[in-house]
């Protein structure tokens, strides 16, 4: 019988959010290097606890696997769970912007797959002292990297009234931001803040009750807005979706599962870029050099099916997209 007390084993803790889905989309990308005498290599670029890679390394026997993430203590249990295929991965403490620096540093010049499950990690949110959650009340943190930058109480307690007005509008796209700003900055003039229960109770306070009703949890917007603002979520998935493409062989794909508009709006925005023609309109021959580098390979966006969402409720919000690189990367 196991002990109630001792933390789940990681497969556990963490269900891979539509992982069948997303190892079948890189398989051709994989099967291609394989086709040509390579050694097929993976980017994980938010490797978390690691499911969706140890899946893929028990799937490919031959891959080779490059998992990233910020989180310390996500790499090392990320580690642990991939033990058994120690020789066959590099796990790189880095953010996922990081990707040519990560690839320059291991000798590697393209990959055939790269990976990015984004937002916050399921031990992110399961870990009360990092401060992600509105559900308990806990330090006012939220880093994904816990050794470097600002913390959400920084923010909360350092901002002007407009900068906290612009990011929970802007990043949390809540419509009562001035509301709760003005709340925030008043609150603060008396003590700082320090948990999370302290900025929730500020929240209810301003947010009507009825509002509940459609937006579920009060806090849930300005949450997301600090989480994003804390870590830079955004200006880093601006330069890591385009990096993760241009590293892309012959063949490769990029597959990505974004969890809110903000985050979808960039991925597609790269994506569709990637996948239209160059030629200047009315053009009667496409060139080679005008034809499209990818081809995409998802209808818009997919979604979790209803039972992978009762499997795992955290995949409800999830949007999937993925593309295949179908024209030689340029010389650098």
């Keep these: ?32 290097a394989r086709k040509r005498g390579e050694t097929p290599v993976v980017i994980d670029a938010t490797l978390g606890m690691g499911g969706h890679s140890e899946a893929l390394l028990q799937r490919f026997p031959d891959l080779h696997l490059i998992g990233i993430d910020r989180d310390e203590e996500a790499l090392a249990l990320a580690g642990e769970r991939l033990r ?36 916050v990690s399921s031990l992110q949110l399961d870990e009360r002292e990092r401060g992600f959650a509105y559900s308990f009340d806990a330090p006012l943190d939220m880093r994904m990297d816990t050794g470097r930058g600002q913390t959400a109480a920084d923010v909360v307690n350092n901002y002007s009234e407009e900068d906290l007005v612009r990011i929970i509008r802007k990043w949390g796209e809540e419509k009562f931001a001035g509301r709760i700003a003005n709340r925030i900055v008043a609150a603060r003039e008396s003590k700082p803040f320090t948990t999370t229960g302290e900025l929730v109770d500020t929240i209810r306070a301003v947010v009507p009750a009825g509002a509940a009703k459609t937006g579920g949890h009060p806090a849930k917007r300005t949450f997301q807005a600090l989480r994003i603002e804390v870590n830079e979520e955004l200006d880093v998935l601006e330069r890591a979706v385009p990096a ?16 809110h508009s903000l985050e979808d709006k960039i991925v597609k925005k790269v994506f569709q870029a990637g996948s239209k023609s160059s030629a200047p309109l009315g053009f009667p021959v496409e060139l080679e050099e005008h034809k499209p580098e990818l081809k995409t390979l998802t209808k818009g966006t997919e979604v979790p099916t209803a039972d992978e969402v009762a499997e795992n409720p955290r995949a409800a919000s999830a949007r999937l997209r993925a593309v295949e690189r179908i024209k030689a990367r340029r010389a650098a």
């Design 244 to 259: 993760a493409v241009d590293a892309l062989a012959m063949g490769g794909r990029v597959v990505v599962m974004s969890y």
């Design 1 to 32: 019988m196991s002990d109630p007390n001792q933390p789940k084993p990681t497969s556990e803790r963490h269900v891979p959010v539509l992982k069948d889905r997303c190892i079948n989309l890189l398989a051709p990308g994989i099967e291609a």
């Design 84 to 119: 058994p295929f120690a020789d066959r991965t590099d796990l790189v403490h880095a953010v996922y912007d990081e990707i040519p620096d990560v690839l320059r540093d291991l000798g590697v010049t393209e990959v055939h797959g790269v990976l990015m499950d984004l937002g």
